[in-house]
């Protein structure tokens, strides 16, 4: 059993959303603010912030449909039922519909009270859910912050050395198409992964410099382009999977060529990484250029296979594989080219090595 960082900071504001309603004396409302303070914690400062205003303005909401329904119409199950209703077309109207549930109870809470001194319980009601709202947030920015730059990072490098891997494998005919198969659906979770990570540290912590911001929208901005190549390595993985059997038939020639034209592109690929991370320096990888008379004779090979008199007259399966593979290459060279020049001008402007995450500490496990 393992207990995250978000599971112990949902205790320790349970435990104060109980306690200090007590102290402020009204034990009562303790119960909902320890569901306030349930609901508002989330996974970054940035969404914290966001909920912390959006829920306060919707459980003032909720708290007003409460009162005044149950002031003319009282509170039968059937009157609430329809204060339910009505609440949440208020606040899908307003596009408060994240925090619809909390409202809700703050709502069905105040309408089931049995009090003499209804307005006085309504307002206990809605400073408490207020309460736990605040210690959520006070919680979540203050303990245990999220470090999701590592995560992002970490996922990144690992998944896009196995893509590698397996297209090593795949040019060699090495694979075996069962498992890959697996494994492909695995690699497409872990890029997906990637964006909700990206998109946590977007929002994460609290940037007031105007330089650390610019600095942290040009890291976002290289981040973004690390998962789109590879995602292209991906789609590339997956091309030579579903053309294996054309592949493995291609002239020897070609194969070989293709094999070449790979390796110097995966090669690339690490090196870039390799220089996000500071282990190669901003000037290096220039493999287009070091290449470029075998990218020539690579797309002449392509082009000449493709254009085949035989698949004019039979099959097209064979040349589409062809014309499928190479813009597959293409494609992923061209995402390689923009990504080196992203990493090269990240690392050529301002870059602090403070601030970098290692490929080799801290790996999650």
């Known amino acids: 059993m393992r207990i995250g960082a978000r599971t112990l900071k949902t205790g320790i504001a349970v435990a104060l959303s109980i306690a200090i309603p007590a102290l402020l004396s009204f034990p009562s409302g303790s119960v909902l603010a320890a569901i306030s303070a349930i609901f508002a914690l989330q996974p970054s400062v940035k969404r914290s912030i966001n909920t912390l205003k959006d829920r306060i303005i919707a459980n003032l909401i909720g708290a007003f449909v409460a009162v005044t329904i149950t002031l003319t119409l009282g509170n039968n199950f059937i009157v609430i039922g329809l204060a339910a209703s009505l609440l949440i077309a208020i606040l899908y109207q307003l596009n408060l519909s994240s925090v619809i549930g909390l409202a ?15 307005i006085l319980y309504a307002t ?24 999701y730059e590592e995560k992002l990072y970490h996922v990144t490098d690992y998944s896009t050395t196995e ?5 090593r494998a795949s040019v060699r005919k ?23 990570y ?10 007031t410099r105007k330089k ?17 190549t590879a995602n292209e390595a991906y789609n590339l993985s997956y091309t030579f999977h579903k053309y294996e059997n054309s592949f493995n038939h291609f002239p020897k020639e070609l194969r070989i060529l293709i094999r070449e034209r790979l390796e110097t592109l ?3 690929h690490e090196q870039i990484l390799l220089k996000f991370n500071g282990r190669v320096s901003p000037d290096s990888v220039n493999f287009i250029a070091y290449k470029a008379p075998l990218r020539k004779e690579f797309m002449q090979s392509f082009f000449d296979e493709a254009s085949l008199e035989e698949y004019m007259h039979d099959d097209y399966g064979q040349s589409n594989a062809v014309i499928h593979i190479m813009s597959s290459i293409l494609k992923y060279e061209e995402f390689l080219e923009h990504l080196n020049i992203l990493v090269s ?21």
């Open 345 to 365: 001008s990240y690392k050529g402007n301002d870059w602090n090595q403070d601030t970098e995450i290692s490929n080799i500490e801290h790996i999650e496990q």
């Open 198 to 207: 990206l998109s946590l540290f977007k929002d994460e912590g609290l940037v």
């Open 212 to 228: 650390d911001r610019v600095q942290k929208m040009r890291k976002v901005v290289v981040y973004r382009k690390i998962i789109a």
């Open 124 to 147: 206990i009601r809605v400073l408490a859910t207020i309460v736990g709202v605040l210690i959520a947030f006070v919680v979540n920015t203050t303990l245990f912050p999220p470090k």
């Open 163 to 167: 893509i590698m891997k397996f297209l």
């Open 104 to 118: 809700t109870v703050t709502l069905i809470v105040i309408m089931q009270t049995t009090e003499d001194n209804f």
């Open 266 to 268: 995966l090669t690339a």
């Open 174 to 196: 090495n694979s075996q198409y069962p498992v890959l198969k697996k494994d492909l659906k695995w690699i497409k979770s872990e890029l997906n992964r990637m964006d909700v």
